[in-house]
């Protein structure tokens, strides 16, 4: 998969090129990652993708040619399946399944807003989908593409070291992920859950679906009526509940 950023700062890929699991993926071959600066494809000598709005207002937004250009260059590199991304505050909401989806492509090119916006008709001839990682306001899309690409690069086969890790994470099955111990057996005067060293697998299946599900009621409840539940896990969550009046 080719993953490539439109940004004016496109250093700020260095976080994951450098390092972790999407490092690994890059160095293994199994993502290439790249990115394109619109400052390249500049419209004077003085290197200017800016210009004040139409009607008056605060702010600069950023012109729609250098972008434009960036976004085609990009398109020419992958040739194949890709999908053109805006990060927007008034985007759809990024979430796992929209990551799944992305991880099936062969390329993905995320493009980076700076100032306040970009010229709506650039969004309009040459984006595929907007999306935002929340309400609330960021310097630039940088930091939301960022996160949209670790979000990818987690999903796409072969990246993740245990064949099981991205199946056991929070939201793959629209629950939130059930507590997790490791050594040393007591700590803080806590000690690790006695099932968890019980050696009994379904009886740990159990505990720790009935965990995701009491979690994910508590601070996520909209997940769990969006999601519905079998007749074992309304049990599950019912002693969960039980047992913690």
């Avoid at 949209?148 to 629950?175: C, K, M, N, Y």
């Avoid at 806590?190 to 995701?212: C, D, M, T």
């Avoid at 997940?223 to 007749?231: D, E, K, M, T």
Wanted: glycine share 8%; aromatic share 6%; net charge neutral.
């Amino acid at each position: 998969m080719r993953i490539t950023l439109v940004s004016l700062f496109p250093k700020m890929l260095d976080s994951i090129r450098n390092y972790g699991v999407t490092a690994r993926a890059i160095n293994s071959g199994l993502v290439a990652l790249d990115a394109i600066n619109p400052r390249e494809y500049a419209v004077d000598k003085h290197g200017s993708v800016d210009d004040r709005p139409y009607g008056g207002g605060p702010g600069m937004l950023m012109r729609p040619e250098p972008l434009q250009k960036a976004i085609s260059k990009a398109r020419q590199q992958i040739k194949e399946k890709s999908r053109v991304i805006f990060l927007s505050p008034q985007g759809k909401r990024f979430d796992h399944k929209k990551a799944l989806e992305f991880a099936q492509l062969s390329g993905l090119i995320l493009v980076a807003g700076r100032y306040e916006g970009v010229d709506e008709r650039l969004v309009r001839q040459e984006v595929d989908e907007e999306l935002s990682i929340g309400d609330f306001v960021l310097s630039g899309g940088e930091i939301a593409a960022l996160a949209v690409i670790d979000a990818v690069i987690r999903q796409i086969p072969g990246v993740l070291g245990h064949s099981e890790s991205a199946i056991l994470e929070s939201f793959t099955e629209d629950l939130l992920e059930f507590p997790q111990y490791t050594r040393p057996e007591c700590f803080g005067g806590e000690r690790v859950p006695s099932i968890l060293r019980s050696g009994n697998h379904e009886e740990i299946r159990k505990w720790r679906l009935k965990q995701a599900l009491g979690r994910t009621n508590t601070h996520r409840p909209d997940l769990i009526r969006r999601r519905g539940l079998s007749s074992e896990e309304n049990d599950l969550l019912d002693a969960y509940i039980a047992e913690s009046l």
